[in-house]
């Protein structure tokens, strides 16, 4: 199931996409699609509500796209976890997760423009795979309980100010939270649209230049395991959202290539998951 939320922002409301391409209100069910939705089995009453033909459709004309959850609980980032990345920034392979936070108040819609920020020289782009929870995960056992609590993937750009990250702190997080640095959706995909999240292929093109072209087959730390490393040492809780880590053909680690400027394109896609497009702009 492809859940969404459509309107202008501040003001989505939740709904679906059918298999036929038509989107359908979920407001009779929920008031949004946030955590308390998908703890509660929101995406199996959806699926049964559209089955039944129960859920109005929507017009979609000039209808804005936002990011398919509300008000996520945590942005929760995962650093160097494609060995082509780390190589092209010539870091080492690490041997636990590399793990920093992203303000969650920057997720914005797949299509919304991104803003530079005002003294940025290094804005970066990142193609990854984000997982959100759909259950508590607190001290997992084991890898393997990881479906359990998994709602479903989405497509994130985890955009980032090289010279605020690597060169003006100590620690990632000025570079990685600065306004609208984290276009998400178009959808939640629900996990069991999802035959082998580690079969997927992730691509990145600026102003219609392929940047990057991976899989998530070749993550350091796959998705079962993360969700299970960090509910060794933070909770989980439904909403929370897991940005999983980038392939290589950033700006960073290609010498000569220019970072973001005004008026450059990003279109980002993962199969099965859809695409992004945004135009980004100085702030």
């Known amino acids: 199931m492809k859940l969404m939320r459509v309107g202008d922002p501040g003001r989505e409301i939740p709904a679906v996409l059918a298999e036929d391409g038509r989107i359908h209100s979920l407001s009779g069910l929920t008031p949004d699609i946030d955590g308390a939705f998908l703890e509660a089995g929101g995406a199996e009453r959806a699926r049964t509500a559209l089955a039944r033909g129960e859920l109005p459709e929507v017009d979609p004309t000039g209808l804005r796209i936002g990011a398919p959850l509300a008000r996520p609980g945590k942005v929760v980032c995962i650093g160097l ?11 080492a392979i690490p041997t636990r997760p590399v793990v920093f936070m992203k303000d969650p108040s920057v997720v914005v819609g797949p299509y919304d423009t991104v803003l530079i920020p005002r003294t940025s020289v290094k804005t970066d782009w990142e193609v990854e795979l984000a997982v959100v929870i759909g259950r508590e995960a607190r001290y997992l056992d084991s890898p393997s309980d990881a479906a359990a609590v998994i709602a479903g993937y989405a497509i994130s750009n985890d955009v980032s100010e090289r010279e605020f990250q690597l060169e003006r702190s100590g620690q990632w997080d000025l570079g990685k939270s600065c306004e ?11 996990a069991d649209e999802i035959d082998d999240v580690q079969a997927l292929d992730l691509n990145l093109a600026v102003n219609g230049e392929a940047r990057q072209a991976g899989s998530t087959k070749d993550m350091v730390f796959d998705v079962a ?7 060794q040492y933070m909770v989980l809780r439904p909403g929370d959202v897991i940005n999983t ?8 680690g290609l010498p000569g290539t220019p970072f973001l400027r005004d008026g450059d394109t990003v279109e ?14 100085d702030a």
Request: aromatic share 14%; glycine share 12%; no cysteine.
């Open 81 to 91: 976890n494609y060995r082509d990345h780390a190589a092209e920034t010539g870091a």
């Open 180 to 190: 609208t640095f984290n276009p998400l959706g178009p959808w939640l995909v629900t």
């Open 225 to 231: 395991y993360l969700v299970w490393y960090l509910s």
């Open 245 to 252: 880590g980038t392939p290589a053909g950033v700006a960073l």
């Open 268 to 281: 980002l896609s993962i199969n099965g998951l859809g695409a992004q497009h945004q135009t980004f702009r």
